[in-house]
């Protein structure tokens, strides 16, 4: 992409409204236009950074055996009057009545659905374990949505659905949610702690919410020190494995992690003063196991080989895809703007000419840019006719992790610089060499 020809409005003032650095930054560098109260338009730079998160997001669930699929946003308010939740949930669910008067709503969520498209088509304990899942917008009547997309009232969520005959299986769907979870953020650059959490309106015994650890956290958590130690990296894991995937949920979960709603003083106290951690997160996913909670309800029986009917037993799992757009801002920026990790930046490489219109100049440029995308990377190429200062500021904002600056004085000895963002350190390359440095970085990423 040209800068030239692409739209990116930045903006120069700091705009009031915004409480926190991740949303002053996303308006900052043109990624969010909000269009109501706690409902935003994606903006291409911020459209490219949501998709490269949902991409992650499935990945790392079809690597785990689960099934991508989606469903609507509206949903018959009929399935929610059997689970009994159309009441239950308050204001927070909009709803909608349609031109034949009949009762409609936004989903805040697809247990019910999703329940009722198993129990369609699914009859027999041969088809089991299923995981369903998908990516789809969500609408939640938030009574004070604020921080941008971190507490919206439209947001996007990754929402996955397990299905199993025994209570053991479901488990075992639960600890596969963890590890690809685990999986996932890290990938995104993020360390997500699971923390013990409560079940709230879902309903259920099992859950673990994961947080990023941030000043800006709308949750207090508290934390035994040694977990942060903890790393997934890129060990392999067998998902159909019990064993393995037991002992990472052991592993990840076994020092004391948890929200203010489970916080059990006492038992925090156990720990060596030293290693107490009382700190703010934010929550970017939760896994729970509820049981038959929607199955009995709803009438979700399969045969179970034995000659008896039983309700399946279920899990959902779910991802803030749009709210970790705003988690890894405010987990890495600094006071020029936002750094964002190799795997959800939007362009891989900035590539800043210092003298639009001088034929070495420009011509160094495209052939850099043909380069790196004959590699497959995306570069952003700022070839407009601004000054150096100002095209520095725009590329440090907006938070490419890789800089190009080509200018006359370097290509004159046949050199190029590329900046780490994240550092601010340089190394003086050929063209050569650094389109291939730049490919290595990424070489993991890809
Ligand atoms: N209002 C919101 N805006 C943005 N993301 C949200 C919002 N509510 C929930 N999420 C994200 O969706 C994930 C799954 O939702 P869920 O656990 O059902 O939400 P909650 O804990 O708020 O009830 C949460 O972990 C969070 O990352
Ligand atoms: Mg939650």
Redesign the pocket.
Known sequence: MRLSRYFLPVLKETPSEAQIVSHRLMLRAGMIKQSAAGIYSWLPLGYKVLKRIEQIVHEEQIRAGHIPMLMPTLQPADLWKESGRYDAYGPEMLRIRDRHDRDMLYGP?NEEMITDIFRSHVGSYKDLPLTLYHIQWKF?D?VRPRFG?????E?L?KDGYNFDLTKEAALHAYNRHLVSYLRTYERMGLQAIPMRADS?P?GGDDTH?FLVLAETGESEVFYDSQITDLRFGDRAIDYDSVEECQAVLEEFTSRYARTDETHDAEVFAQIPVERQRVARGI????IFYFGTKYSDAMGALVDDGQGGRVPVHMGSH???V??LVGAIIEASHDDKGIIWPEGVTPFHVGIVNLKQGDAACDGACEDLYKAFTAKGLEPLYDDRSERAGAKFATMDLIGLPWRITVGPRGLGAGVVELTSRRTGESEELSLEAAVARVAEIYAPHM
């Open positions: 969520t939640r938030e997309v971190m507490r919206g009232r947001f969520m709230g879902i919410e929550e970017v996913g939760q779910g991802i803030g749009s709210r």
